[in-house]
């Protein structure tokens, strides 16, 4: 089974220059910033992907394969980005200036959990001021590396199995019924205390990766059946 769609590589481009034009001015592109959402659909399947081909491994194995190939694509660039903006903020920016989260924000950033502190804060991804933090935008790479914890945890069984009927069917209602769960509470908190509480945090965007998930196990599925 291939493991690069060029298909989802260009779907990808679009959710990037999205969010691009959105920030750049929001009257260009209204509601640009769904290409956030895309794109952890597209690295759920990713992901997904990366992982399909590893099989007949132990779980050990498994696990340092994955997290040696995530390491090694995310850490030098994250790091080269995090210490050229700490260093520009620290010789440019005025100490507390607009935004007293930042210096939090920027030291949750290099462990992956920025996504948690903004999550805190009074200041909404949408406030005036949050534009003048400069890691604001770590915190969708936040939900994506506590994704990245349990993705192979979740993904090792359909893995391992799915070349069995019954095992590779269970794998995917499970990772469907979790989907919908996601979902649902999304939807609950977001009616009844508003969409600022499920913006950051993984538990409210499971769904959307899930759904990533589920659309590479249906294309395995298809390729099986064609076989």
């Not at 700490?86 to 507390?96: E, G, I, Q, R, S």
């Not at 936040?142 to 269970?170: D, M, N, S, T």
């Not at 996601?182 to 509480?197: D, E, K, V």
């Amino acid at each position: 089974m291939p493991t690069y769609f060029s298909h989802v590589d260009g779907l990808r481009a679009f959710a990037v220059v999205a969010v691009i034009i959105y920030h750049i001015n929001p009257s260009f592109l209204h509601g640009g910033f769904v290409g956030v959402d895309v794109f952890f659909v597209i690295s759920g399947f990713v992901v997904t992907a990366s992982l399909a081909n590893h099989k007949g491994e132990s779980l050990t194995a498994f696990l340092g394969l994955f997290y040696a190939r995530r390491l090694a694509r995310i850490v030098p660039p994250l790091m080269a980005v995090l210490v050229a903006t700490t260093f520009a903020y620290v010789l440019l920016v005025p100490h507390a200036w607009l935004s007293n989260a930042t210096e939090s924000v920027a030291q949750a950033a290099f462990w992956g959990f920025s996504n948690w502190i903004l999550d805190s804060q009074s200041e909404t991804y949408f406030a005036p001021r949050a534009e003048f933090n400069p890691y604001t935008h770590t915190w969708s790479l936040g939900v994506e590396e506590q994704y990245y914890l349990i993705a192979p945890l979740l993904l090792f069984g359909w893995v391992r199995w799915r070349k069995r009927p019954l095992p590779r069917r269970l794998a995917v209602t499970a990772m469907t019924l979790l989907a919908l769960a996601s979902f649902l509470a999304c939807m609950r908190i977001a009616t009844h205390y508003g969409s600022q509480f499920v913006f950051y945090q993984i538990t409210f965007r499971f769904w959307e990766l899930a759904a990533g998930v589920i659309w590479f196990q249906w294309t395995a599925e298809r390729c099986v059946a064609l076989a």
